[in-house]
């Protein structure tokens, strides 16, 4: 997840001259059944880590694979890996000829890409990395660099409370990403604990990315410390809001606290004086350059990048990387004026009081 370019649609979606119907379907058939045929197609892991899944990065890959003239399909396996595999068996069947693949874990994804090469099928590693795969690209945000503008802004907000006390809720383990966002706050936070700036608490991973687990665990990190958590390095806004009600259920005052994914209720945490801040990584560009790289990829071409990534089990990863932003009170409103969200979206209930 590295850097750069934040230019919107377009790119080379024009390039191609295929002509096909755009197939979408949310769920996928068994693979014996015959569907329109494909050349492209979206693999999504599920809508329980996160809303992003099915509110962005399914329809800005439609979108795109619709203006470049692409037959494509964007499932959701819902969590279920199995699910996956049988969708992108589908796909395959269909024609497709490059899979896009957003794993639910690295294990079942890598053998997912290395049946699809068997067949002559490409893959994209789509905004997480597959340890032990052969995708010819991982198309991403700058995952270290979310783990950075993370533990910055804890921090910043904790500036001049010495040894106030951090603790952090990692991602899923079996995500490969979780390690990145860590790295990245980690490599921000672990100097000032070194110097006695801020004090280490509870460090621990949250399995699938789970929110409920996430409110579970966190309640667990109180108790352990009397209530003596002065900041929470959360690794999303799923997470982060299981962090918020549980405060609230305990009656228990905001604190600094990070987020990502720029989701409605993570903004309205922000506006609302319980989130510190959270991680906008614009899927509309993601999405909009993969579904271009997987054009590309269908034409024989190679996709673009911006550099190389490690991927445990396997050589260095062709990796096109964008960079994330940071979102706090301060300029929320930038997430209106963009189009991602319409200011009903958040300014509703008890948040319109936020907004004026």
Not at 247 to 275: E, M, R
Not at 345 to 350: E, H, P, S
Request: proline share 4%.
């Amino acid at each position: 997840m590295k850097r750069f370019l934040r230019s919107t649609p377009v790119l080379l979606l024009a390039a191609v001259a295929v002509v096909g119907t755009i197939v979408v379907a949310s769920a996928t058939a068994s693979a014996g059944k015959k569907h329109a045929g494909i050349l492209a197609c979206g693999l999504m892991p599920d809508t329980k880590t996160s809303v992003r899944w099915e509110q962005f990065d399914k329809p800005y890959l439609v979108k795109a694979f619709k203006a470049a003239g692409v037959a494509a399909r964007v499932v959701n396996a819902q969590g279920d890996a199995q699910k996956q595999k049988t969708q992108a068996d589908q796909c395959i069947a269909d024609g497709a000829k490059v899979l896009i693949i957003a794993p639910i874990d690295s294990g079942s994804a890598a053998a997912i890409e290395k049946a699809a090469a068997a067949k002559g099928v490409k893959s994209i590693d789509y905004d997480r990395q597959v340890e032990g795969g052969n995708a010819v690209l991982y198309s991403s945000f700058d995952g270290h660099q979310v783990g950075v503008l993370q533990g910055s802004l804890v921090a910043k907000a904790l500036k001049g409370k010495k040894g106030a006390v951090v603790a952090e809720l990692n991602g899923g383990q079996e995500d490969a990403n979780s390690f990145l966002f860590k790295g990245g706050y980690d490599s921000v936070l672990k100097p000032l604990y070194a110097s006695g700036a801020l004090k280490k608490g509870p460090d621990q991973f949250v399995p699938g990315w789970d929110n409920q687990k996430a409110g579970t665990i966190f309640n667990q990190m109180l108790i352990k410390t009397a209530n003596k958590i002065d900041g929470v390095v959360a690794a999303n806004d799923g997470i982060a809001n299981a962090v918020v009600v549980d405060l609230q259920q305990h009656h228990l005052k905001p604190l600094p606290l990070s987020g990502q994914d720029a989701t409605t209720q993570g903004v309205q945490n922000i506006i609302s004086g319980w989130q510190t801040m959270t991680v906008w990584k614009d899927v509309r560009i993601l999405a909009t350059k993969t579904a271009a790289a997987a054009v590309k990829i269908v034409k024989g071409q190679k996709p673009p990048t911006t550099g190389f990534v490690t991927t445990k089990g396997r050589s260095k990863e062709p990796a096109y990387l964008i960079k994330p932003q940071p979102i706090t009170k301060a300029n929320w409103k930038q997430l209106i004026t963009s189009g991602w969200f319409k200011r009903a979206q958040i300014c509703n209930g008890k948040y319109t009081q936020y907004c004026k």
